[in-house]
């Protein structure tokens, strides 16, 4: 997690449910899930990756004063006729300042969408995206905003998340189950992000040209367990440990649209989010845990659809719970 230094957690925010949808909506500066309302949302069937995209729709865009034009759900598609849709406009000052992590405004240079244009990767995973007057457009639809809000990137902003994960056990060492799905408790990795203070996985961006392996296991290391702080030989012992862990094939979580509140009608981000697991609880899981570059706090967590997360995180972790036959609801049984 990189780039966005702003707090957007000043501003009020209230959280309202909509009935059917997975996720919360948020019509303040930052967007907090509501899965935490159990059981309305406690439930085991599993979210399509395509669900229709709502915290890219929170009302207050985060870290900013800027309202977002309100889209309902019924003209989120852009195949939906609305002649009178008018997207504020809105790229924040930390972007328009042109940080090395940041293309220049459209007419100032030819970026070449749905390709690797040089480094920066313009491919979406979602396919090809639409291109209208100069500027590409969100794959999920509108957002009320245009412009890049606190993206860098035209298009897709690619990230990658490592969803590193152990089983939870008692002071004995055995497998704790939950007392009402009967299904054994995973725990995540979890780390508090300092720009919206919301729990989330330590994912950042992929730096140009990097492998997404690489982002993976660089930004565990950076945001839970501090390594850009570590001297030299903490440094080594981190290093050896996650790439232990990480060399073995991780399960392949996602790859696509990631519903960030930070997304516009023309930048949005995306993410291959992969799963770790410390089988035996004797790899990572005996690190200890250090917040470091943009994170404020790191924990493990349990694995629950209570847990409110940033963006689509919960979604992620539904399919590892589903992946690993672990507790995810107390409706599964
Ligand atoms: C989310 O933003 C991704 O899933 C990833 O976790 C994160 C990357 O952005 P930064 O943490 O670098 O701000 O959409």
């Not at 590409?136 to 990230?159: F, I």
């Not at 990097?210 to 030989?233: G, P, Y």
């Not at 992620?316 to 049984?333: I, P």
Request: with cysteine; aromatic share 10%.
């Amino acid at each position: 997690m990189k780039r966005v230094f702003t707090n957007w957690a000043g501003s009020v925010h209230i959280a309202l449910a909509i009935v059917g949808l997975p996720y919360g909506v948020c019509t303040g500066g930052y967007c907090k899930a509501i899965n935490s309302r159990v059981p309305s949302v406690c439930t085991s069937a599993f979210v399509s990756s395509s669900a229709m995209h709502i915290k890219a729709r929170c009302s207050v865009y985060p870290g900013s004063d800027t309202h977002r034009f309100p889209v309902p759900d019924d003209k989120v598609s852009w195949a939906a006729d609305w002649p009178e849709y008018s997207p504020v406009n809105y790229t924040a000052p930390s972007v328009l300042k042109k940080p090395v992590w940041a293309d220049p405004e459209i007419g100032s240079f030819s970026p070449q969408f749905n390709s690797l244009d040089g480094s920066v990767d313009r491919r979406s995973h979602e396919g090809e995206y639409t291109v209208q007057d100069d500027r590409p457009l969100n794959p999920r639809g509108r957002t009320g905003l245009n412009g890049r809000g606190l993206l860098g990137r035209w298009g897709p902003n690619h990230a990658a998340d490592p969803i590193v994960t152990r089983w939870k056990r008692d002071s004995a060492g055995q497998r704790v189950s939950h007392a009402m799905s009967k299904l054994p408790v995973l725990q995540f990795v979890s780390i508090k992000r300092k720009d919206c203070g919301e729990w989330a996985i330590p994912g950042g961006m992929v730096d140009p040209g990097e492998l997404v392996s690489l982002t993976l296991q660089r930004e565990f290391s950076e945001e839970a367990m501090n390594s850009l702080q570590a001297s030299q030989q903490e440094r080594e012992k981190i290093h050896e440990r996650i790439t232990q862990l990480f060399s073995a094939p991780g399960f392949q979580v996602y790859k696509g649209y990631v519903d960030d509140p930070r997304n516009t009608d023309n930048s949005w981000m995306e993410t291959v989010a992969v799963n770790f697991h410390d089988e035996k609880g004797d790899s990572v899981s005996e690190l200890p845990l250090e917040a470091g570059d943009d994170a404020g706090q790191v924990s493990w967590f349990d694995v629950d659809s209570s847990q409110p997360l940033y963006a689509s995180h919960s979604r992620f972790l539904q399919t590892v719970a589903k992946e690993r036959k672990a507790h995810w609801c107390v409706m599964d049984q």
